[in-house]
């Protein structure tokens, strides 16, 4: 889930509205550099929305960003994870050691929590979506040997107190976040929404730049889920943005159309690069649709977006499942 590499980037804090901080993480990612947690003054201490991820040095710019904002671990009251992801939620345990702080995430965190109880199982699962998606089994097994060193990116696993579900709420001094169910990115995602001040924490259902990933096997339609998702957010009819990634933004409904646009754009080259004759793989089509050629460091995302999209165009009746292991597909 990380590139090995060490974060070039240090922990940054800054006030993005009296009461409301931005903890600027570094992450190891190629072209994600960096992730956003969100502090939000409670009381005598703070709810911390997100973690961060964790790797050698993680807590001490987690620190170095509250600090920067005159903030300390101590003062987190609730750790509240927008979704299970290890970007942003990979420090839980540790800032809970440190502060007492309880944990809510929404209960469908399994694409995670199962993981963790059997690693192997986590590496076992990147193959067979690469030998399901027909990459010769010999370069799966190559580029499973290099990645299987790398950290997961989560200390002491993940333990929750409290399920973030429709409805839930989280008090702060700035008023109420509502947690709205927003699946489609992972099968755990929550938004978090204060109606008084037309406020969204959208983890990585929305971000400032416009960017697509699901996690693929869990569920029948992430797609579906996803685009449901952007439908529910829109009527709330958020002005300010606090993303997982990358900066605050007003333009909330330009963005929600740019998804869209996003992922119609992806199904249509996903449909342009079958054909109603001779079944093709995802390894087949996804450097068309992607317009880059699959590499050990990209292929585990692609090949789990673009299964998604195949399986999206099979539930809505455009694309049919001609053949398994690995799988075809063909036009309608």
């Known amino acids: 889930m990380s590139s090995g590499r060490a974060a070039k980037e240090l ?3 800054e006030r993005v509205v009296p009461g409301v901080w931005r903890l600027r993480l570094p992450l190891p990612w190629p072209g994600v550099p960096h992730g956003n947690a969100w502090a939000v003054a409670a009381g005598d ?3 911390l929305f997100d973690t961060g991820m964790h790797q050698p040095g993680s807590l001490a710019h987690l620190e170095r960003a509250l600090d920067m904002v ?3 671990l101590e003062l987190v009251r609730s750790v509240v994870l927008t979704h299970a992801h290890v970007d942003h939620c990979g420090q839980t345990t540790p800032i809970v050691l440190r502060s007492g702080a309880d944990v809510w995430c929404h209960p469908d965190h399994g694409h995670l929590t199962k993981w963790l109880a059997d690693p192997d199982s986590y590496w076992e699962r990147r193959v067979e979506i690469a030998l399901q998606s027909g990459v010769p089994e010999a370069d799966v097994r190559a580029a499973s040997a290099l990645v299987r060193r790398e950290d997961i990116g989560i200390a002491g696993g993940l333990q929750v107190d409290h399920d973030l579900v429709d409805g839930v709420t989280i008090d702060t001094d700035l008023g109420t976040f509502e947690a709205v169910e927003t699946p489609g990115h992972a099968p755990s995602h929550v938004c978090l929404f204060n109606a008084d001040r037309r406020m969204l924490i959208s983890g990585d259902h929305l971000l400032g730049r416009v960017s697509l990933f699901f996690d693929f096997g869990y569920t029948p339609d992430p797609i579906g889920e996803f685009l449901a998702s952007l439908d529910r957010v829109e009527q709330l009819d958020a002005r300010l943005c606090l993303s997982g990634h990358g900066r605050t933004f007003t333009d909330v409904e330009g963005h929600i159309r740019a998804n869209r646009a996003l992922v119609a754009e992806r199904l249509q080259a996903t449909e ?8 093709r793989t995802p390894a087949d089509i996804a450097p068309s649709v992607f317009d880059v050629a699959l590499t050990p460091e990209n292929g585990s995302w ?3 977006e673009v299964q998604c999209f195949l399986r999206h165009l099979v539930v809505t009746g455009r694309v049919e499942i001609a053949d398994r292991d690995p799988d075809r597909f063909r036009l309608l």
């Open 11 to 13: 922990g940054r804090g």
């Open 70 to 72: 005159h903030l300390r």
């Open 272 to 279: 342009d690069a079958l054909s109603r004759t001779e079944p």
């Open 302 to 304: 692609l090949l789990g």
């Open 45 to 47: 201490g703070i709810v």
